[in-house]
């Protein structure tokens, strides 16, 4: 991941290297970068080099040391996914036609990208996170393919190859991570669902790995369209089942009144 620096061994070199990698999505935020003795070997520069750099990428808020653990990158993510704003859309599930509008469109364009842009590592990531998600699915593993459910997005969005699409997905797909938009794992729990959303990432897939950017987009935002669908029909559903079990309640306890008469 990072280079040695051949020339010019100055600390503006090893910020400038880092800061590239947290750009292009290489570092995440979260990430911990390796220990200041592995970093300034793989870098192949001094060691007072390497914290100077540190102490100035802490400075712009890029990196952040916590005492006795290491060095992580900092959580950089927009703030428009963050409070007040995470709020309004927990209290207001409206929101939720909203995002996937929102991922409908842009997800259909970062599929397009992906298959003009992907590189060779690129599909490789691709190909083994659709093999995660085919034995998760063999194995009846549903919290399984639904953490990886939101990895197979993220992986399209990194080889789509544009830095400001990459940044502004991440931040909303960790919301989706959280449940914050919407549970994926309502989807999850049903079987046919469960097949249905493997054969739609199978083709979202397929029309990356071939090159072809309509394929890719069309089978991305007709995934996003059944998400659509079938998060209001769980929701009705999950309705009606309440409805049901209240006035069930309600017969069960003017029974046992009637009884006890």
Do not use: C, W
């Not at 060095?71 to 599930?93: D, N, Q, S």
């Amino acid at each position: 991941m990072f280079r040695k620096i051949v020339h010019d061994r100055t600390a503006d070199t090893v910020i400038s290297q880092i800061e590239d990698l947290v750009l292009d999505g290489v570092l995440r935020p979260g990430d911990r970068l390796p220990s200041e003795r592995e970093l300034s070997a793989e870098l192949d520069v001094s060691r007072p080099i390497l914290r100077a750099a540190l102490k100035e990428l802490e400075a712009r808020h890029l990196v952040a040391s916590r005492p006795g653990e290491g060095t992580y990158v900092a959580g950089i993510l927009g703030t428009v996914f963050k409070e007040p704003m995470v709020g309004l859309v927990r209290r207001h599930p409206r929101a939720i036609a909203d995002y996937l509008e929102f991922r409908r469109e842009v997800e259909g364009l970062a599929s397009a990208f992906a298959a003009e842009r992907a590189t060779a590592a690129d599909i490789a990531i691709l190909d083994r996170i659709l093999a995660a998600m085919e034995a998760a699915h063999a194995d009846a593993d549903p919290a399984a393919e639904s953490r990886l459910d939101v990895e197979f997005h993220m992986a399209i969005v990194e080889a789509a190859h544009n830095i400001v699409l990459l940044h502004t997905m991440r931040s909303s797909y960790q919301l989706m991570a959280e449940g914050v938009f919407h549970n994926r794992d309502r989807l999850y729990a049903h079987a046919p669902y469960r097949l249905s959303l493997l054969e739609q990432h199978r083709a979202i897939h397929a029309g990356i790995a071939a090159g072809d950017p309509e394929a890719a987009r069309r089978a991305a935002e007709d995934h996003i369209a059944f998400v659509e669908r079938a998060l209001k029909a769980v929701g009705e559903t999950l309705a009606r089942e309440a409805n049901a079990a209240r006035r069930l309640a309600k017969y069960e306890r003017a029974a046992t009144r009637t009884l006890a008469s």
